[in-house]
């Protein structure tokens, strides 16, 4: 496993921005599948958003779509999560993850916590109203 360290997070209002970034370490990081996730209170974990090794491939979940951005910086081993547009409904512990297991994998990222076997340590965001 890779070691996974958020930085970010915080308290923003209805409407503003925040971005999150997970730092690796490792020179095989690059080759890996990465996404966040999030838990609400009470909630299950749900899946965020999810970038190939190479970066070309981004997907999201239906409720972020079109106000966040994943990205990553394999040269700096780092990856993004943009929030903009943010809602009280995104209040949660955001986590960053890696899928260690498969390598350079020609797939789409997978959605399922199960499909990770590295994570960050999480960080907090809150969103008042």
């Known amino acids: 496993q890779v070691q996974l360290v958020q930085s970010g997070g915080g308290l923003v209002q209805a409407g503003g921005s925040l971005r999150l970034s997970c730092a690796a370490s490792?020179?095989?990081?690059?080759?890996?599948?990465t996404a966040w996730f999030r838990e609400a209170p009470g909630k299950e974990r749900e899946f965020v958003a999810a970038v190939s090794w190479s970066g070309t491939n981004l997907i999201y979940a239906d409720s972020v779509k079109g106000r966040f951005t994943i990205s990553r910086d394999n040269d700096k081993n780092t990856v993004y999560l943009q929030m903009n547009s943010l809602v009280p409904e995104d209040t949660a512990v955001y986590y960053c993850?890696?899928?260690?297991?498969?390598?350079?994998?020609?797939?789409?990222?997978?959605?399922?916590?199960?499909?990770?076997?590295?994570w960050g340590q999480g960080t907090q965001v809150t969103v008042s109203s």
């Open positions: 490792g020179r095989t990081f690059r080759y890996y599948a």
């Open positions: 993850a890696a899928d260690t297991v498969r390598y350079r994998s020609s797939n789409l990222p997978r959605r399922r916590t199960s499909d990770y076997n590295s």
